[in-house]
Nanobody
Framework: QAQLVESGGGLVQAGGSLRLSCAASGSIFRINGMGWFRQAPGKQRELVATITSGGSTNYADSVKGRFTISRDNAKNTVYLQMNSLKSEDTAVYYC??????????WGQGTQVTVSS
């Protein structure tokens, strides 16, 4: 069964750093785009960053200059390095993958809490 498994969330003080990882396992046909989304309590899920199989990246304005998305295509794994974290970054972070057949997969979510 195909799935995305996230890790790396936790509690960190404002100004600190965390690194999220998301590995695709099982039979996922040709992953194209991968990315990270987040959802804070009472808010809609929003895009954080995306990366194509060729390495092109896109970031939400709120995280530009602080977060870096990267991926290892051989391992079907995407990473999110989060630096200079702020309390407003507190949310559940979800990994996303889209295949060349336009199938979409989501991870189970990992909690990131930034204390001020």
């Amino acid at each position: 069964q195909a799935q995305l498994v996230e890790s790396g969330g936790g509690l960190v003080q404002a100004g600190g750093s965390l690194r999220l990882s998301c590995a695709a396992s099982g039979s996922i046909f040709r992953i194209n785009g991968m990315g990270w989304f987040r959802q804070a309590p009472g808010k809609q899920r929003e895009l954080v960053a995306t990366i194509t199989s060729g390495g092109s990246t896109n970031y939400a304005d709120s995280v530009k200059g602080r977060f870096t998305i990267s991926r290892d295509n051989a391992k079907n794994t995407v990473y999110l390095q989060m630096n200079s974290l702020k309390s407003e970054d507190t949310a559940v972070y979800y990994c996303n993958a889209q295949t060349t057949r336009m199938d979409i997969y989501w991870g189970q979510g990992t909690q990131v809490t930034v204390s001020s």
